[in-house]
């Protein structure tokens, strides 16, 4: 489980195009085994921000990283380029990774 989060240089620009794109982005990126649950306001390390929450079934961070990011079709990659624009690209970002672990019994 990924969690990315970031501040917005326009949150409703940001969560219009995440209503306008998800069904097409998550049904993509579904095809490879990652699961796009979409954009949601947190409270992040750094005051109010958003965060994009992504399920990777991969058995590593480094597999994970080739699922989501290689050979990517033209039209995820514009709407990658579009989310980016409308970040705040000044102010930290942070990617979170939660992994599995056992639990004692």
């Known amino acids: 489980l ?15 195009l995440a209503a306008r ?8 990126y579904a095809t490879r ?7 949601f306001r947190v409270a992040g390390p ?12 991969a058995p ?9 990011g290689e050979d990517l079709p033209d039209f995820i990659r514009a709407i990658d380029d579009d989310y980016h624009l409308l970040m705040d690209q000044e102010r930290p970002r942070y990617i979170l ?4 672990r056992p639990t004692p019994e």
């Open 97 to 100: 990774w939660l992994s599995p």
């Open 46 to 57: 750094t005051g109010p921000g958003l965060a994009e929450l992504l399920a990777y079934d």
């Open 21 to 28: 794109i998800m069904d097409g982005y998550a049904q993509f």
């Open 2 to 16: 990924c969690a990315y989060l970031y501040q917005a240089r326009d949150e409703p620009a940001i969560l219009a």
């Open 60 to 68: 590593n961070r480094a597999e994970a990283n080739r699922l989501g």
């Open 33 to 39: 085994r990652v699961y796009y649950a979409g954009v």
